[in-house]
C-alpha cells in the first residue's frame, strides 16, 4: 500500500461518529482498492451483508463474516465455509497456540496490526480534513 485517503460526509458536530465512509487505496504497481461501509444502509438480510472484489481475473462475492463465496474467475465456484467459526476467533486461538507450541511467528503479527492501524488512521486523517474544508 503506497497511498490511504478517506472521504466521509460533513458531520453536523465534531463529537458526532462517523456513519458513512468512502476509503481510497493506492498500491505499488499501480493498482487501486476502494472500500465503501455505511452504518445507514440496512442490511439486506437482517444482519448479513455483501461484499465484493473486483479484478482483471474474476470476481469475489461474499458474506461479509463468511458464510458463502462466490467465485468467477476461468471457473465459477460457490463455497460455503459453514457457520461453526463465524467471527473468526477459533481459526485465530489455533493459530496462536501453533504459533507457541511450534514456535514459529503467527499470522497475525503486531507488525501487521500496526500496519493495518496508520491505514485507518490515514483514512481518517484525510477523512476529517475533507469535512473541514
Keep these: 500500500v503506497e497511498r490511504v485517503r478517506g472521504w466521509s460526509p ?50 469475489v462475492h461474499f458474506e461479509s ?7 468467477r474467475a476461468r471457473r465459477t465456484r460457490l463455497r460455503f465455509p459453514g457457520m461453526r467459526d463465524i467471527v473468526g476467533f477459533r481459526a485465530m486461538w489455533r493459530d496462536f497456540v501453533s504459533s507457541l507450541s511450534l514456535r514459529h511467528e503467527a499470522q497475525m503479527t503486531l507488525a501487521l496490526a500496526r500496519q493495518d492501524l496508520a491505514m485507518i488512521e490515514s483514512a481518517t486523517r484525510t477523512s476529517i480534513a475533507a469535512s473541514a474544508r
Design 65 to 71: 463474516n463468511g458464510l458463502g463465496v462466490l467465485i
Design 10 to 59: 460533513q458531520r453536523s458536530a465534531p463529537d458526532e461518529p462517523e456513519r458513512s465512509t468512502l476509503v481510497h487505496v493506492e498500491y505499488a504497481g499501480g493498482a487501486v482498492g476502494i472500500l465503501a461501509h455505511s452504518w445507514e444502509v440496512p442490511a439486506p438480510f437482517g444482519g448479513l451483508c455483501l461484499s465484493g472484489i473486483q479484478g482483471t481475473e474474476g470476481t
